[in-house]
C-alpha cells in the first residue's frame, strides 16, 4: 500500500545546526493494516507522516503508494487517495462555515468546480444520516457555524470529512492529543469503527501508549529516525501498556534523562 525506499533527510542542511533525521529509512504499509506508531519527541513520527503525504519532500529515496511512484507528485495529488486527520481540530475543518458547509465542501474533493453552488441542499438528510452515525448531536447542527462547536465535535467531523470521497489510507497525526480524556475515548472509537466499517489502511501516532496497545493490528516505535520496534498481530496481542513504558524509560536513560 505505502512504501517508503531509501529515505533520506537532513534539517538546516549546511548549516552548524544540520541534523540528519531518516538515513536510508525504509518502511512499509501492507494494504488493510491499522498501525499504531509511538516513539519520544524528534524520533521522526510526524516527519514520516509529512514525507508520505507530501507536506514535506525528501532529500532523496522513493515514495510509493499503491503501487505509484509519488516522489515528485504534489500533496493535491497524493490525497486522492489519502484522509488525513490533524491534532489540531481547527485544521481539519473551516470555523466561518456551517456543518453543512463543510461537509460539502469535503463531499466535493476531487470534483470539477463550475457555476454550480458548492452546497447541494438536496443532500441535506444523506449529511444528517452520516453525522447521526457520530452520535454527537451533530445532524441537529447543520446550519451552525463550526467554529462554535467543541474540540472533539470537530475532530469527530474531521474524522467523517475525511472519508466523504474514497480514499485508500487515513492518516491519524495524534487526532486525540488536544482532547479532555473522555472525548478522546469517544474519537477513538468512532476512528476504530470507520476504519473497520470502510475497510481502511491506517497509520496513527500516538502519545497514549494504551491506544497504540488496543488499536490497530500492528504497533511500531520509532527512535531518532529508525523503527526500533514493529509487531504485528499475535506479538502486538500480547504486548501491554507497561512493557511499552519500560522500552520509553530505558531509552530516555541511554539519552542520559
Not at 165 to 183: M, N, Q, S, V
Not at 228 to 234: L, S, T
Amino acid at each position: 500500500m505505502i512504501q517508503l525506499c531509501d529515505i533520506c533527510k537532513k534539517f538546516n542542511s549546511g548549516t552548524v545546526n544540520e541534523t540528519v533525521l531518516f538515513n536510508n529509512f525504509n518502511f512499509k504499509v501492507n494494504k488493510g493494516d491499522f498501525i499504531s506508531v509511538i516513539g519520544s519527541n524528534g524520533s521522526g513520527k510526524t516527519t514520516m507522516l509529512n514525507i508520505i503525504c507530501g507536506t514535506i519532500g525528501a532529500d532523496s529515496g522513493k515514495v510509493i503508494i499503491g503501487g505509484h511512484d509519488m516522489t515528485h507528485k504534489p500533496d493535491y495529488e497524493r490525497y486522492k487517495k489519502i484522509g488525513r486527520v490533524y491534532q489540531n481540530p481547527a485544521l481539519g475543518t473551516c470555523g466561518d462555515m456551517n456543518v453543512l458547509e463543510n461537509m460539502s465542501l469535503a463531499d466535493n474533493k476531487g470534483k470539477r468546480f463550475g457555476f454550480s453552488s458548492g452546497v447541494n441542499k438536496k443532500k441535506l438528510d444523506y449529511y444528517r444520516e452520516m453525522l447521526g452515525t457520530l452520535g454527537l448531536g451533530l445532524e441537529d447542527k447543520m446550519f451552525v457555524k463550526v467554529g462554535s462547536l467543541s474540540g472533539g465535535q470537530r475532530q469527530a467531523m474531521s474524522l467523517l470529512m475525511s472519508v466523504m470521497t474514497p480514499i485508500e489510507c487515513l492518516i491519524l497525526d495524534e487526532h486525540t492529543a488536544a482532547l479532555d480524556p473522555k472525548t478522546s475515548e469517544i474519537i477513538m472509537r468512532i476512528t476504530d469503527k470507520i476504519v473497520k466499517e470502510r475497510g481502511l489502511t491506517a497509520l496513527m501516532v500516538t502519545h497514549n501508549l494504551r491506544y497504540a496497545v488496543e488499536y490497530g493490528n500492528r504497533l511500531v516505535m520509532m527512535h531518532e529516525g529508525k523503527c526500533i520496534m514493529d509487531h504485528a498481530g499475535k506479538e502486538k496481542e500480547n504486548l501491554d501498556t507497561q512493557a511499552l513504558l519500560k522500552t520509553f524509560e530505558d531509552i530516555s536513560v541511554e539519552l542520559g534523562n
